[in-house]
């Protein structure tokens, strides 16, 4: 039977209560004594005051809650004093949450140290979340990754709803990810996609196999450099090696540190304690960060100088920001809403795509029917005598249903961002408190058996649309998957992430055919994933590939 929630007002009369009995009782002990004592009087009219003021309190506060109906939480399990529910949560906390939901029903409350918290996998849930109280719910917490890692919540990803937020969105939306701003990066995303498919050639050349999880993250990183800060960091690129080295090693660090959940968020005893130096990393990076960040502020105002503002068609976004005044008049933009920015551009737009691709790779090498039926639709629109262009990828309805069932299956954010309600408000008759957590689980979403069937099974086709018209990667009207979330704080720059994802698959199955090493079973192949902001697969994808096209079409 579902454990029943009460809100935690049911506690406070009697606590109130034993509260001012203990009170009452050290005021009258120590008036008695001191009788006899110059302060006798004062000490007694003091003990009076108390017991009527108190009195009165507990009268009011007894007749409230015997009065008031009270206000019911969401079922969810039993919890332990101080840790709430912490401890029920393991190393893959999006399937020990869509546990709960089976066990309780499509809300469940969670109490997290000192956080109240809710969980759903349910579509009419989050369509209420996301869309009808919107208002409410598309806050994010103040946690201290966002404090150490984004700039104190000053970028767009982890700031809280408000005004500053409002400005940095409008920002990205107005200047950074127009179509019109992304179509003049077209070239650039060209000549990567070529990059890639030469990458994997050359590496393919001695038959070895190919680990798929650097190629899709080079592809992903220099897609995503190139826009923000005109150079990539991987391949051929501008950037010296000892620079490339930096930027990587702070990007992993800054995904894992983004991707924990800390217990210092939820037990602030922990904090004082950190056993695992958690907040103190968070602090190094930070420190690393920022001297990268304002390296790359430094350098563009150096080349700006030199360039005297020429057009702005070569503009990267680190440029574009520069170039704009700030709010309280002033000519520039602050560095620290710029460097914000570019923070949020980097940790949102490269491992999310880079994710999903290695895993649509996976599950497409485990499937070869799929990786057959991806090929055919690839021979018909593009043909073997050119290269696919992103025009084509409109056209690509089988692989656009391969990457919606990727998404149904590996969503790259498990929980989204985290989202957090502002003022008490009520889902489905219960009542949800102000500062409540919110765990939407896409991953248990895709595999709700009351709306998917066989949900552990690979099988595009699903997506299907009876009437043949273009399949969209989105939550559509149903919210049966939510690749990019809904709502204020879905996704800004959900057509970019889809064109990376499209177009590097479409490359990698037009140019090559793919097999396993070492006579592995496609069967074999290990799907277990690993809980973090976004959510890899355990292991790299380790593949052999083997050039489809003629020849003279690597060159
Ligand atoms: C396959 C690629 C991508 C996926 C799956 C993805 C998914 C998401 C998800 C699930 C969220 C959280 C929404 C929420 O909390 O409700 C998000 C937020 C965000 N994404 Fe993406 N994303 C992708 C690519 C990109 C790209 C390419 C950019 C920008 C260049 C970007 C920029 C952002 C930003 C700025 C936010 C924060 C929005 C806010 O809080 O207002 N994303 N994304």
């Given at each position: 039977?579902?454990?029943?929630?009460?809100?935690?007002?049911?506690?406070?009369?009697?606590?109130?209560?034993?509260?001012?009995?203990?009170?009452?009782?050290?005021?009258?002990?120590?008036?008695?004594?001191?009788?006899?004592?110059?302060?006798?009087?004062?000490?007694?009219?003091?003990?009076?005051?108390?017991?009527?003021?108190?009195?009165?309190?507990?009268?009011?506060?007894?007749?409230?809650?015997?009065?008031?109906?009270?206000?019911?939480?969401?079922?969810?399990?039993?919890?332990?004093?101080?840790?709430?529910?912490?401890?029920?949560?393991?190393?893959?906390?999006?399937?020990?949450?869509?546990?709960?939901?089976?066990?309780?029903?499509?809300?469940?409350?969670?109490?997290?140290?000192?956080?109240?918290?809710?969980?759903?996998?349910?579509?009419?849930?989050?369509?209420?979340?996301?869309?009808?109280?919107?208002?409410?719910?598309?806050s994010?917490?103040?946690?201290?990754?966002?404090?150490?890692?984004?700039?104190?919540?000053s970028?767009?990803?982890?700031a809280p709803l408000g005004p500053r937020w409002k400005r940095m969105r409008r920002?990205?939306?107005?200047?950074?990810?127009?179509?019109?701003?992304?179509?003049?990066?077209?070239?650039?995303?060209?000549?990567?996609?070529?990059?890639?498919?030469?990458?994997?050639?050359?590496?393919?050349?001695?038959?070895?196999?190919?680990?798929?999880?650097?190629?899709?993250?080079?592809?992903?990183?220099?897609?995503?450099?190139?826009?923000?800060?005109?150079?990539?960091?991987?391949?051929?690129?501008?950037?010296?090696?000892?620079?490339?080295?930096?930027?990587?090693?702070?990007?992993?660090?800054?995904?894992?540190?983004?991707?924990?959940?800390?217990?210092?968020?939820?037990?602030?005893?922990?904090?004082?304690?950190?056993?695992?130096?958690?907040?103190?990393?968070?602090?190094?990076?930070?420190?690393?960060?920022?001297?990268?960040?304002?390296?790359?502020?430094?350098?563009?105002?150096?080349?700006?100088?030199?360039?005297?503002?020429?057009?702005?068609?070569?503009?990267?976004?680190?440029?574009?920001?520069?170039?704009?005044?700030?709010e309280d008049?002033?000519?520039?933009?602050?560095?620290?809403?710029?460097?914000?920015?570019?923070?949020?551009?980097?940790?949102?737009?490269?491992?999310?795509?880079?994710?999903?691709?290695?895993?649509?790779?996976?599950?497409?090498?485990?499937?070869?029917?799929?990786?057959?039926?991806?090929?055919?639709?690839?021979?018909?629109?593009?043909?073997?005598?050119?290269?696919?262009?992103?025009?084509?990828?409109?056209?690509?309805?089988?692989?656009?249903?391969?990457?919606?069932?990727?998404?149904?299956?590996?969503?790259?954010?498990?929980?989204?961002?985290?989202?957090?309600?502002?003022?008490?408000?009520?889902?489905?008759?219960?009542?949800?408190?102000?500062?409540?957590?919110?765990?939407?689980?896409?991953?248990?979403?895709?595999?709700?058996?009351?709306?998917?069937?066989?949900?552990?099974?690979?099988?595009?086709?699903?997506?299907?649309?009876?009437?043949?018209?273009?399949?969209?990667?989105?939550?559509?009207?149903?919210?049966?998957?939510?690749?990019?979330?809904?709502?204020?704080?879905?996704?800004?720059?959900?057509?970019?992430?889809?064109?990376?994802?499209?177009?590097?698959?479409?490359?990698?199955?037009?140019?090559?055919?793919?097999?396993?090493?070492?006579?592995?079973?496609?069967?074999?192949?290990?799907?277990?994933?690993?809980?973090?902001?976004?959510?890899?697969?355990?292991?790299?994808?380790?593949?052999?590939?083997?050039?489809?096209?003629?020849?003279?079409?690597?060159?």
């Open positions: 039977m579902a454990h029943q929630n009460w809100g935690t007002n049911r506690l406070t009369p009697p606590l109130l209560f034993m509260l001012s009995c203990a009170i009452c009782r050290l005021i009258l002990s120590n008036y008695f004594a001191s009788l006899g004592s110059s302060y006798s009087l004062a000490a007694a009219a003091a003990a009076v005051a108390a017991i009527v003021f108190l009195g009165n309190r507990i009268h009011y506060r007894f007749w409230d809650w015997i009065t008031t109906e009270p206000r019911r939480l969401p079922p969810g399990p039993p919890r332990w004093p101080i840790v709430g529910n912490l401890l029920q949560l393991g190393q893959l906390p999006h399937r020990d949450l869509a546990a709960l939901c089976d066990k309780y029903g499509p809300l469940v409350y969670l109490r997290l140290g000192s956080v109240n918290a809710i969980t759903t996998n349910d579509p009419s849930i989050i369509r209420e979340i996301l869309v009808h109280q919107d208002d409410v719910f598309a994010r917490p103040r946690t201290l990754a966002a404090v150490h890692l984004a700039y104190g919540c970028d767009v990803a982890l920002i990205c939306m107005e200047h950074l990810l127009t179509t019109k701003r992304l179509e003049s990066f077209a070239r650039h995303r060209a000549e990567e996609a070529w990059h890639l498919v030469r990458d994997v050639w050359a590496r393919c050349q001695d038959g070895r196999p190919i680990n798929m999880r650097e190629v899709l993250g080079a592809f992903s990183m220099n897609n995503v450099t190139r826009m923000l800060l005109g150079k990539q960091y991987f391949g051929a690129g501008t950037a010296g090696p000892d620079e490339a080295m930096e930027f990587m090693h702070i990007t992993h660090e800054l995904f894992w540190l983004l991707g924990v959940i800390y217990l210092g968020d939820y037990l602030p005893i922990w904090r004082w304690i950190d056993p695992s130096g958690c907040e103190k990393k968070m602090r190094e990076v930070e420190k690393r960060v920022d001297d990268f960040h304002a390296s790359i502020l430094q350098e563009h105002r150096n080349k700006k100088a030199q360039l005297k503002g020429d057009g702005d068609d070569e503009m990267d976004f680190v440029d574009i920001l520069l170039s704009l005044p700030s008049g002033k000519a520039h933009m602050d560095d620290v809403e710029i460097k914000a920015l570019i923070q949020d551009m980097i940790a949102a737009a490269t491992d999310t795509s880079a994710v999903t691709n290695e895993w649509a790779m996976t599950e497409v090498i485990k499937h070869p029917r799929v990786l057959r039926n991806i090929q055919e639709e690839l021979d018909r629109v593009v043909g073997p005598d050119r290269m696919v262009s992103e025009a084509d990828l409109a056209n690509l309805n089988y692989l656009r249903c391969v990457v919606r069932e990727t998404f149904r299956m590996h969503p790259a954010g498990p929980f989204l961002i985290p989202h957090e309600s502002l003022c008490d408000t009520t889902i489905n008759g219960y009542h949800i408190p102000a500062k409540t957590r919110v765990f939407i689980n896409t991953h248990g979403l895709g595999r709700n058996t009351g709306i998917w069937d066989n949900v552990e099974e690979f099988r595009p086709e699903r997506h299907v649309l009876l009437d043949g018209s273009r399949v969209e990667i989105s939550h559509g009207a149903d919210f049966k998957i939510l690749p990019f979330s809904a709502g204020k704080r879905k996704c800004p720059g959900a057509p970019l992430g889809v064109t990376l994802v499209l177009m590097a698959l479409a490359q990698l199955f037009h140019c090559f055919d793919w097999t396993l090493p070492d006579g592995l079973r496609p069967e074999d192949i290990d799907t277990t994933e690993v809980y973090g902001m976004t959510m890899p697969r355990a292991e790299p994808l380790v593949a052999i590939a083997k050039p489809r096209l003629a020849a003279h079409m690597y060159h």
